[in-house]
């Protein structure tokens, strides 16, 4: 199958016929995290950036250089025959036309791109993103399935308003799929209405389960670094086991 079909089957993935079905994606983190979900039966993977660094060694938010990321992650899209798409953060510095090469030279099928500035702390315009992004899709041509990640709910929104505006402006960029990360449940049908393109929504522990997500209005939910949270929380409680 050549790379621009797996991208076109994974982003069709997306145009969910059963709201009470939606695309489930586990984020991993290295090449054996990467096998356990493709070999459990998930047909597409995501990366977490945050686990992702975590395993590097670094601070989530733009801590990790480029090279090692893009690195990390050819070596989870080489450990599994499924597509993997990747969360590179705010694109650690690279122009569009440069990220859309690192991209397509580790084999990855899409991306998460946020408009968080890691340098401020604070929201990007939300104009000069959707800007920024148009380049980014110009450049891929068709090639990459863009997640747009919207922040608004990271800084405090209490309400769907700002995220529904940010949304539409990436989804005109060219965004396939919007990313209102850790909108509240009870917004999801405000903002499935109100964004014209899929949405991605974060699963939460103790929260809506990803049918219920779905019927909600997501068309896809991942996890974020919380499955490698529960990872780390089963290997502490080994450690505890162990003679020191």
Known sequence: MSSRTRTEEFRALHQRPEPGDPLVIPNVWDAVSARVFADAGHRVLATSSAAVAAVLGYADGGAVPADEAFEALARIIRAVDVPVTVDIEDGYGLAPDRIVERLLGVGA??????DTDHASGKLKDAREHADWLGEFVTAAEGRVVLNARVDTFLYGASDAEEAIRRGRLYAEAGADVVYPILAPAELL????????APLNALYLPNGPAPAELGRLGAARVTFGGGLHQRAEAALTEIARTLPA
Not at 109 to 114: D, K, M, Q, S, Y
Not at 189 to 196: D, M, Q, R, T, Y
Request: glycine share 14%; proline share 14%; charged share 20%.
């Open 189 to 196: 049908p405000e903002l499935a209405k109100g964004v014209p």
């Open 109 to 114: 099928v899409g991306c998460n791109l946020e």
